[in-house]
């Protein structure tokens, strides 16, 4: 997939992996290209997701989010800090602070450089066909196709580019909230035996991996920025 262009921590997205984001999202994984971060039983966490998918007609449809959080568990967790009013505290956090307002933006225009790079010229060529309007937000929306740059509109996207594409000071504050929950990024025990709010999908013969084993480079680079990595790698 895309030469340059990928992340060194992306593994191409396997079959079983097509399966368990189906079984994550509920609907089947469209325009998966890439799996970006993997929990310690080695299920996708955070998928990249292609710039435009094809629709049921054929029809090219420009699709703005990148990264998108599947793991059930931390998708219910962001969820919890959405619904405690964290957008709007971040929000403010961001706004307040012009240094901070100017790493949103620089994270906004990171992920709209980034989906400019992965529209190759024919799928250029096809969009266009279909709307120049759409490709033009296409290329020049932010995180989860924001037009706001200094606007934090979900977190699960902030999270979602931050551990895909890496540099989201949202995502960041977002590890932090999660880990002061006692929220760990690679995952719940309680995933294992599919409790509430745990995994749908089976895994996979052979596919126990865990945190340790380094099969995810980004959540231990992240850890590590966060201040966390030995609270993470305690008790996994
Ligand atoms: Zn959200």
Redesign the pocket.
């Known amino acids: 997939m895309m030469p340059g262009i990928g992340r060194p921590w992306w593994e191409k997205a396997t079959p079983d992996d097509v399966v368990t984001v189906g079984a994550q999202l509920g609907r089947p994984a469209t325009g998966l290209l890439a799996v970006a971060a993997r929990c310690r039983f080695g299920q996708p966490a955070v998928v990249v997701t292609a710039p435009a998918v094809e629709g049921p007609d054929g029809v090219l449809e420009p699709f703005p989010t990148t990264f998108w959080l599947t793991c059930p568990y931390l998708a219910e967790e962001?969820?919890r800090l959405?619904s405690q009013g964290w957008?709007a505290r971040l929000s403010g956090e961001f706004k307040r602070d012009p240094q901070k307002a100017a790493a949103l933006r620089a994270a906004h225009e990171g992920a709209a450089e980034l989906r400019r790079q992965m529209v190759t010229p024919p799928i250029m060529e096809r969009l266009e066909r279909v709307s120049p309007h759409a490709v033009r937000r296409l290329a020049s929306a932010g995180v989860a196709g924001s037009r706001h740059f200094e606007a934090v509109?979900?977190?699960?996207?902030h999270l979602a580019d931050h551990l895909g594409r890496g540099g989201n000071p949202v995502g960041r504050r977002v590890v932090e909230l999660l880990d002061e929950h006692g929220v760990t990024l690679s995952g719940s025990p309680a995933c294992r035996t599919e409790q509430a709010g745990a995994c749908p999908a089976r895994l996979p013969e052979g596919r126990s991996v865990s945190y340790n084993e380094g099969r995810s480079p980004i959540l231990q680079q992240v850890f590590e920025d966060a201040g966390v990595a030995k609270r993470q790698t305690r008790g996994t």
């Not at 509109?153 to 996207?157: E, F, G």
């Open positions: 962001v969820s959405e957008i509109k979900c977190l699960h996207a």
